[in-house]
């Protein structure tokens, strides 16, 4: 046996926790979209985007604008929750030119709902899929285990092997 | 007509549920009638363009939309009852 052997209590010989995958997925009519645009106009727009996210929809239309909002429900069901969210908070970036990965970017009760869930908001990834008719987006990020959680894991092993 | 029936009419309009409103009830769940947030949303700016008024963010919960009854108990907050408030007519 190579290298030096530490003793360390039977307590600590507990598996690490490590992070594990969340994911988040959301599917939307693209005609729902453009029927709100057509009703409430800017309002809509302002009350549900960010002015670069409204940029993408002079590009691309409703479809491209479906597929944000649909981002943007799987970004909060990763969270694990949308109450009390601007839905601006949830804004998904795309480059300006050349086309690209979108990111996201989490702001307000958004970037708090991420840090109560021990999610990383740098680390959410997304991706986004549309047709004329219907969009999609997933997202994924990494969801570091709690402190508690932690403490009941062990709690549970130690009762499970006195 | 009433609050309640005003929401009806909106809902109606822009909740895209999978049933006629007409066959829901007060208290039933409008997600599980097929409501989407989306459609959440489009309800709450309709119900903003029908009595003048914003919801505050702290009311942007899913339960708030969640039913006729949960509507209508959100106006309540806001000052809109039967009878009161710009739009309503009884």
């Known amino acids: 046996m190579g290298g030096a052997v530490v003793s360390t209590p039977a307590s600590s010989t ?23 645009v057509r009703h409430f106009g800017a309002r809509y727009l302002d009350r549900v985007y960010t002015p670069a996210e409204q940029a993408s929809y002079a590009a691309g239309g409703p479809a491209s604008l479906a597929a944000r909002f649909a981002a943007k429900e799987a970004v909060l069901k990763l969270i694990g929750t949308a109450d009390g969210v601007d839905l601006r908070s949830v804004e998904i970036r795309t480059p300006a030119v050349g086309g690209g990965r979108p990111a996201v970017h989490l702001t307000g009760r958004a970037a708090e709902l991420a840090e109560e869930a021990g999610v990383d908001a740098a680390g959410i990834d997304v991706s986004l899929s549309h047709t004329a008719d219907l969009a999609m987006a997933v997202a994924i990020g990494l969801q570091r285990p709690t402190t508690q959680t932690t403490n009941e894991t062990a709690t549970m092993n130690e009762t499970g092997t006195a | ?35 989407t947030s989306h459609a959440s949303v489009t309800v709450m700016l309709a119900c903003e363009d029908e009595w003048d008024i ?29 009878g009161v408030g710009s739009g309503v007519s009884s």
Do not use: N
Not at chain 2, 60 to 69: E, N, R
């Open chain 1, 14 to 36: 507990l598996p690490t926790p490590s992070a594990v995958p969340r994911t988040g997925c959301d599917l939307q009519p693209v005609d729902v979209v453009r029927d709100a």
């Open chain 2, 1 to 35: 007509m009433t609050v309640k029936d005003q929401i009806r009419a909106i809902l109606g309009q822009h909740a895209k549920l999978s049933t006629d409103i007409s066959a829901v009830g007060d208290g039933d769940d409008l997600y599980a009638a097929g409501m």
């Open chain 2, 54 to 82: 914003e919801f505050p963010q702290q009311m942007l919960k899913k339960s708030t939309f969640a039913s006729v009854d949960a509507i209508a108990a959100a106006l309540a907050e806001l000052d809109i009852t039967d």
